[in-house]
T-cell receptor
Framework: GQQLNQSPQSMFIQEGEDVSMNCTSS?????WLWYKQDPGEGPVLLIALYKAGELTSNGRLTAQFGITRKDSFLNISASIPSDVGIYFC????????????FGTGTRLQVTL | DAGVIQSPRHEVTEMGQEVTLRCKPI?????LFWYRQTMMRGLELLIYFNNNVPIDDSGMPEDRFSAKMPNASFSTLKIQPSEPRDSAVYFC????????????FGEGSWLTVV
């Protein structure tokens, strides 16, 4: 199925560093979701964005809905070991959740 | 609050056997989704129910796969007969579709067909 372009594919960072990842799409969305998936678990919703330009924070996480509605960014500040996992972006047009499109994921590894 | 509940969490079965995966969506949600996740293809939508009615099953691989939602609090995904290429993680997710949709996933059912 269709997937969003998510980058980087993987990151190795040291504890305390900030992390940035992004998603781009050829399609316009009006809802962006960011998920984290730990090994052996299902994706857990981190942040939901509903408006172009919206900037939303959840603790050390900040996500932005791009003005063009074709991209979104997730930043993690002061990373800690438990941030390890795979981060997925997902986008769709509100009311068409069956058309939810997922990014390919960013695998984050945090070293001490 | 209870999230999306799936069972079994893990299943290993022999090729040709029937597999039934179960899901209890979040109470009050009116939409339910079955996804399959593999390394090669990522997360793929198999089928989507709204108010217990299948709306989009275009992602169901083939006739060996079937899904039902007899009521608002229960759904099954059945594979009969199972094949090794069906080995994957199957996720159930639910949502309340009324603008500002957010979709919540269960912990997954890890299926291995040998």
């Amino acid at each position: 199925g269709q997937q969003l372009n998510q980058s980087p594919q993987s990151m190795f960072i040291q504890e305390g560093e900030d992390v940035s990842m992004n998603c781009t799409s050829s399609s316009i969305f009006n809802t962006w979701l960011w998920y984290k998936q730990d090994p052996g678990e299902g994706p857990v919703l981190l942040i939901a964005l509903y408006k172009a330009g919206e900037l939303t924070s959840n603790g050390r996480l900040t996500a932005q809905f791009g003005i063009t509605r074709k991209d979104s960014f997730l930043n993690i500040s002061a990373s800690i070991p438990s941030d390890v996992g795979i981060y997925f972006c997902a986008g769709f047009i509100t009311g068409t959740a069956s058309k939810l499109t997922f990014g390919t994921g960013t695998r984050l590894q945090v070293t001490l | 609050d209870a999230g999306v509940i799936q069972s079994p969490r893990h299943e290993v079965t022999e090729m040709g056997q029937e597999v039934t995966l179960r899901c209890k969506p979040i109470s009050g949600h009116n939409s339910l989704f079955w996804y399959r996740q593999t390394m090669m293809r990522g997360l793929e939508l198999l089928i989507y129910f709204n108010n217990n009615v299948p709306i989009d099953d275009s992602g169901m691989p083939e006739d060996r796969f079937s899904a039902k939602m007899p009521n608002a609090s229960f759904s099954t995904l059945k594979i009969q007969p199972s094949e090794p290429r069906d080995s994957a993680v199957y996720f159930c997710a639910s949502s309340f579709l009324k603008g500002g949709d957010t979709i919540y996933f269960g912990e997954g059912s890890w299926l291995t067909v040998v």
